[in-house]
C-alpha cells in the first residue's frame, strides 16, 4: 500500500480511526477528512507516532455542507494527482430532525448526499488510477429495514413525525443504491463495493442523539465489537487483491459476499436517487466530474 492516495471521511474516530490506524501501518498515504481539524491533526500526530508513518494529511471538510466538501474536493485536487481509494466513511445519527447547511434532513445529507458529492467532486482524481481505484461505502445491515420516502429528504414530515431510527436505516439504504447505481456508470474506470461493519462499540448514537437513545447505547456499547474490528471490511475492501475485480456488491462484518435487501436492488429507484441527488449538489460539480 506504499504507494496508495487514501481518503478517509471521520477518521478521527471509531471505525475511521481504526481504518487508517491500519493502512497507516502498510505504509498507505493518508488523508484523513474531518469536521474537526483540530481532532484531526491530533490523529495523525497520535497514528504517526504508533505506526511510523508520517505520510498522513489532514483535511477539513463537514459533510453538512455542500460548499465545504467542494472546497476540501478543491484542495485535494489541488495538492494530489491521483486518488486510488476513497472510504466514505463518516456518519451521524440524531432523534431529532435537524437540517443541513442546505436544508436536507441531517442524516440523509451527511450520510448520503455529503458522500455522493464529495466521490463526484473527487472523481477526476479517481480516474486518473484508472482501472484500479476503489470507492468504498459505509452502509449498515439496518438499510434492510427501509424503504426510500423522496418527500421526507428535506424533513418535510417535521419534528413531530421525526424518527431518528427511520432516518437513518433511509440513509443507509441510500447508501446501498448509491454503490450500486456508481458500479453501472463508472464500472469500467473503478471498483465500488459496500459495507455492513457489524454493531460496533463508537460513540455515533451517543453524539446527536436524545437522553434516552445515548443512556441505552451506552449500556449496550462494552457488548458490541471494538472498532478495531469494525475496521476489518473497510480495510480489506480497500487493500485485499481479492477484490480488486470486484464491484457492485455488498459485504458483511466477516468480509462475505451478501445480497442487500431487494429495495436495495431496485435499479429504477437508485436511479431515481441518483438523478435526485445530482440535482440537489448540481451547483457544485464541476463538467469534469
Known amino acids: 500500500m506504499k504507494d496508495k492516495t487514501i481518503l478517509i471521511t471521520g477518521a478521527n474516530d471509531g471505525i475511521g480511526r481504526a481504518t487508517a490506524e491500519r493502512l497507516a501501518g502498510w505504509g498507505a498515504h493518508l488523508v484523513l477528512a474531518c469536521r474537526d481539524e483540530v481532532k484531526a491533526q491530533l490523529t495523525a500526530q497520535a497514528i504517526t507516532e504508533k505506526t ?9 471538510l463537514d459533510l453538512a455542507s455542500f ?10 485536487l489541488a495538492e494530489h494527482p491521483k486518488l486510488d481509494v476513497l472510504i ?7 432523534d431529532s430532525l435537524e437540517l443541513t447547511e442546505d436544508g436536507y ?19 477526476p482524481a479517481i480516474r486518473c488510477c484508472r482501472l484500479c481505484s476503489r470507492v468504498i461505502n ?37 447508501n446501498v443504491l448509491f454503490t450500486m447505481e456508481l458500479d453501472r456508470r463508472f464500472g469500467e474506470e473503478l471498483t465500488t463495493n459496500c459495507l455492513h ?24 456499547k462494552p457488548f458490541a465489537i471494538t472498532p478495531m474490528k ?4 473497510s480495510v480489506y475492501l480497500a487493500a485485499s487483491p481479492e477484490v480488486k475485480d470486484v464491484s457492485g456488491r455488498y459485504f458483511d462484518e466477516n468480509q462475505c459476499l451478501q445480497k442487500p435487501s431487494s429495495i436495495a ?19 457544485f460539480l464541476r463538467e469534469e466530474a
Open 105 to 123: 434532513e441531517l442524516q440523509f445529507g451527511v450520510n448520503h448526499l455529503g458522500h455522493f458529492l464529495l466521490t463526484m467532486a473527487l472523481m
Open 197 to 220: 461493519p457489524g454493531v460496533v462499540g463508537t460513540r455515533l448514537a451517543n453524539k446527536k442523539a436524545g437522553t434516552l437513545t445515548s443512556a441505552v447505547w451506552s449500556m449496550y
Open 265 to 283: 436492488r431496485n435499479e429504477q429507484l437508485a436511479r431515481r436517487l441518483w438523478e435526485y441527488s445530482e440535482q440537489a449538489v448540481a451547483g
Open 138 to 174: 459505509v452502509s449498515s445491515a439496518l438499510h434492510k429495514k427501509s424503504g426510500l420516502d423522496f418527500g421526507s429528504f428535506k424533513g418535510e414530515h417535521g419534528p413531530k413525525a421525526y424518527n431518528g431510527s427511520k432516518h437513518y436505516a433511509q440513509s443507509k439504504l441510500a
Open 67 to 76: 460548499s465545504s466538501i467542494r472546497a476540501a474536493a478543491d484542495e485535494f
Open 88 to 94: 466514505n466513511n463518516a456518519g451521524c445519527y440524531t
Open 230 to 233: 469494525g475496521a476489518d471490511t
Open 52 to 60: 511510523g508513518n508520517q505520510n498522513i494529511d489532514t483535511l477539513p
